[in-house]
């Protein structure tokens, strides 16, 4: 049975990272009250997201919308404890609210985009074969977040953070340098 958590101007929601650089594991936290809900990600998708998120404000303003000034702040202290991962994003969608003046993040369980991904190729299948039977897919986990403007630049702000404390890039191909260099494909596969 597919999970739907909601959380409507969350006490936090922040982007967080456990490991030494190289090796460390991303996580989405959502916390109100006693509630917390913690997802998976991968730090492309933190940085995909930050990105997005600050392009969707600057679209909406754009657009003739009013949006309030200034950051909410994050608290710096990390993820709450204990941490619980409740499913792996596989999919981020974005969107605005006017109603609510407010960001909508939804982020998908990435075991409901395999199950559609196969399904779909299934259902191509029945077509091919004349079977006129609809496929059935279970729904996604889903992990609902809306955050006011001054609450999505803190996030963003936050996250931009935890994914620069990571491993400085090579100067000359970009790829992240371990403490010992790496195998630069620039350098013909020496050491850099």
Request: glycine fraction near 8%; charged fraction near 25%.
């Amino acid at each position: 049975m597919p999970r739907h958590f909601t959380f409507d101007a969350p006490d936090r929601f922040l982007a967080a990272a456990i490991g030494e650089p190289g090796h460390r594991e991303f996580y989405l936290q959502a916390a109100r009250g006693r509630n917390v809900v913690t997802v998976a990600i991968e730090k492309a998708q933190v940085a995909a997201l930050a990105e997005r998120l600050g392009d969707l404000l600057e679209e909406v303003a754009e657009r003739g919308v009013e949006l309030p000034v200034g950051v909410e702040p994050i608290d710096g202290n990390g993820l709450q404890q204990p941490i619980v991962e409740a499913f792996r994003v596989g999919a981020m969608t974005l969107g605005w609210d006017g109603e609510r003046a407010s960001v909508l993040i939804e982020a998908r369980s990435l075991m409901a985009e395999e199950v559609e991904s196969a399904l779909s190729a299934r259902a191509a299948e029945a077509e091919d074969e004349g079977d006129d039977e609809p496929a059935s897919s279970e729904s996604a986990d889903v992990l609902e977040v809306h955050l006011s403007p001054t609450a999505v630049r803190g996030f963003v702000a936050q996250a931009v953070r935890v994914i620069e404390a990571g491993r400085p890039p090579c100067p000359l191909c970009g790829l992240p340098l371990n403490p010992e260099g790496h195998i630069c494909p620039r350098r013909n596969g020496y050491m850099h």
